[in-house]
Each structure stands twice: as C-alpha cells, then as structure tokens.
C-alpha cells in the first residue's frame, strides 16, 4: 500500500517528502507536546525522521503511510497511518496556528475515507484521556472509545 494524495473541502493531503521538512518544522513548533511529551523538531531532525518513514519498517506486512496537510499554500500539519493487514492505526497533528477551525477532523475524516476506499477494515487510535480536542475528533472520524488503556491513552476503535 502507497500513500496517494486526497483531497477535502478545504484541503489537500500530500504524500509525504523530506522536502517538507523544513516549513513542517515551523508547523510543529509551538505547544503541541502536553500530551505526547518531547518537543519540537528541528528541520534537520525532521528530515532524518521522514527518511526514515520514507523507508519503511522493513516488513512486507506493515506499511507506513504519511501525508502533509495542505491548506492553500500553506503545509500546516499531517496525517499518518501504520497499516497491518487490515487495521489502520492512525494518528494526526495541526500546527497550533491552525487549530480550533476544523483542520483536524477534516483531515481525520478524509483520511479514514481514504483507508477504507484502500480495504482498511479497522480503524483505531489513541488519545490521552484529558486531550478532549483529539478525543472530538477521533469521534467525529467515527472511531468509539474503548475502555483500554495503552500507556495512558484510550484505545478508539471502528
């Protein structure tokens, strides 16, 4: 499976390239890390990181699938995806200029859409139980909170 790009109302979602490393530093910089922990990325960093998704994990039955998403001309976050067998595990990230306009869910949804026209028949995702922005999301997305915990995190599943 290969990451192709997908578009929404409002925006684009471009398969991910080193290129973008340097304007995504700048995306995620900023107060994106209560919940995840770490902190920003610096360009360089960020490169090595997309080199190494780029590649892969290696193994014929996992696919990492990344995009940037873009709004305008403007790159402000990205959506991924790890994909085995049939289960999608996803993840999304909004630069904090652009959050609380809908970004996010807009993203979410458009990429769920995509996974599933893709044969993805299981969808799942983890979120901190205080991050309630992620958490409308993830439900918007149509993703239900289960009652696991995963290193702190609640398990959503389709």
């Not at 080193?18 to 990325?41: C, K, W």
């Not at 289960?87 to 959050?99: K, N, R």
């Not at 599933?116 to 918007?140: F, L, Y």
Request: net charge negative.
């Amino acid at each position: 499976m290969i990451a192709t790009s997908f578009d929404t109302a409002r925006l684009s979602c471009l398969p991910l390239r080193v290129e973008y490393a340097e304007e995504m530093a700048t995306v995620l910089a900023g107060d994106l890390y209560t919940f995840t922990g770490g902190e920003p990325p610096a360009a360089e960093a960020l490169g090595a990181r997309y080199r190494r998704q780029l590649d892969g994990p290696g193994r014929a039955d996992e696919h990492w699938l990344n995009w940037v998403i873009q709004h305008g001309e403007n790159l402000i976050g990205y959506v991924q995806a790890t994909v085995t067998g049939s289960t999608a595990e996803i993840a999304w990230v909004v630069g904090t200029d652009w959050q609380g306009r809908g970004f996010a869910k807009e993203a979410a949804l458009g990429l769920v859409a995509w996974l599933k026209a893709h044969g993805v028949e299981r969808i799942i995702a983890h979120v901190h139980p205080d991050h309630a922005a992620s958490a409308a999301v993830t439900a918007a997305a149509g993703l239900s909170r289960t009652d696991q915990l995963d290193d702190g995190e609640y398990l959503w599943s389709t």
